[in-house]
């Protein structure tokens, strides 16, 4: 079996990191690999599974989830666009995920909510989607930097993903 699909949590960062702050999942993987063996050892769980989904993978990784497979949480870090302040974070439940019936790969949609949803109801994996409002993405030319304003928000967003691990250690 895979390893990330022997964790209890899997933490996925989507997104693509030539695009400006669409790579914000990507860069909060990257920061947490950076300081986890001092500030922020809590990732060093064996429970806990650290995944730089990009903007493709976290399909392919979700999708080999089945009945012999340990995930009880999935973590997903993601930009958001609810016109809301630029760096500005925002929680989702598996009840605050559209609706779409037909699994599509769009970087900016939440392409993956159907197949969490079904996650979510085949075998009770609890979901959290903790989004970024964007200031910028500058697809199709290439801006290998985020915003300053998404650049702030890393952390507060870690500290969410650490309050995350800490309801389902309850």
Known sequence: ??????????????GNILFGDDGFGPSVI?????????KYSIFNSEKIGLIDAGTAASHFVLSLIDDDTCVKKIIIIDIIDYKLIPGSLKKLTVDDLPKIKKYHIDAHDMPLSGMLIDLNKKYNIDICVIGCQYKYISAPDVLLELSKEVKNSIEPAIDMIINEIKINNK
């Not at 390893?3 to 899997?10: C, D, G, Q, S, T």
């Not at 990257?30 to 001092?38: E, G, P, Q, W």
Request: charged share 25%; proline share 0%.
């Open 1 to 14: 079996m895979i390893e990330y699909l022997n964790k209890e949590i899997l933490i996925l960062g989507c």
């Open 30 to 38: 990257s920061y947490i690999n950076k300081f986890k063996d001092n």
